[in-house]
């Protein structure tokens, strides 16, 4: 038997009514389709609010919001965030010592280094730290890669804890480059407590601070405050700076390369 969108989203809906949870496997033997059917479904329906998307199925909706798992965050907006990535790259001098905290933006900032000497990188971010690492091997920046120590998050592909905090109450940045959550009336949250305090600690320790953001993140609240956005030295996002929000125009530079 062949179900339609609409049958499908009822059943779906009402199995998770039942049950509280659901898997995508089970979906899909129950409506005999692929589990490719079932899992786009299922983004509809979550961009709908009708239910909340979970490793291999779907939870009841939750207007809670929560960090999407790293490598999922990666390939949301993309090619926003390399663009910004790129810009953020151009800020980086030689022989400056930069923060770079966890993030899907703040990770592509290696990719664009070119020529560029002397170079110290301390991070919480496991995976910026590979990508450094990878640009002193190729030859397309010289230094070292700080890894700081901590507690790992493998959902986040980052350390964190009092560990991090302890270490980076030692270092000094001429400086960091943030990542965010969200922003929302003059303040950038973050979703995770432990990371929001290693922001904030990258920021009071550096002389520059250059937040990066994609356009989802405006007039978005999350967990936790890590900072006022006038504590910034610059923002790097993708979009224009809001019409309500031109008391940070100066600050604000378009990802793609232009003053707003």
Request: aromatic letters at 6%.
């Amino acid at each position: 038997m062949t179900y339609a969108k609409i049958e499908r989203f009822d059943y779906i809906l009402k199995q998770l009514e039942v049950h509280g949870k659901i898997i995508v496997a089970n979906i899909a033997d129950a409506l005999q389709v692929a589990p490719e059917t079932i899992r786009r479904d299922l983004d509809e329906l979550e961009e709908q609010h009708l239910l909340t998307r979970v490793h291999g199925g779907a939870v009841q909706y939750t207007n809670v919001r929560t960090e999407p798992a790293f490598l999922r965050k990666l390939q949301m907006k993309k090619e926003a965030k390399c663009n910004i990535a790129r810009l953020a790259a151009e800020r980086i001098c030689d022989g400056d010592t930069i923060a770079v905290d966890t993030g899907t933006t703040t990770v592509h900032i290696a990719d664009y280094l070119m020529a560029v000497e002397d170079i110290t990188v301390v991070t919480n971010s496991i995976a910026a730290a590979a990508q450094f690492n990878l640009a002193i091997e190729e030859r397309r920046m010289t230094g070292k890669v700080i890894l700081l120590g901590g507690t790992t998050n493998p959902r986040q592909s980052s350390v964190a804890g009092a560990m991090t905090l302890e270490w980076l109450g030692n270092m000094n940045f001429d400086k960091a480059f943030l990542s965010c959550g969200g922003i929302m009336d003059g303040i950038v949250y973050d979703y995770d407590l432990d990371e929001s305090l290693i922001s904030q600690k990258m920021l009071e320790n550096s002389k520059m601070t250059i937040l990066l953001t994609d356009s989802s993140k405006i007039n978005s609240k999350s967990f936790y405050r890590i900072c006022h956005l006038v504590d910034c030295s610059e923002i790097i996002c993708d979009a224009t700076c809001p019409e309500e929000w031109q008391a940070y125009e100066e600050m604000w530079t378009i990802g793609s390369g232009g003053k707003s």
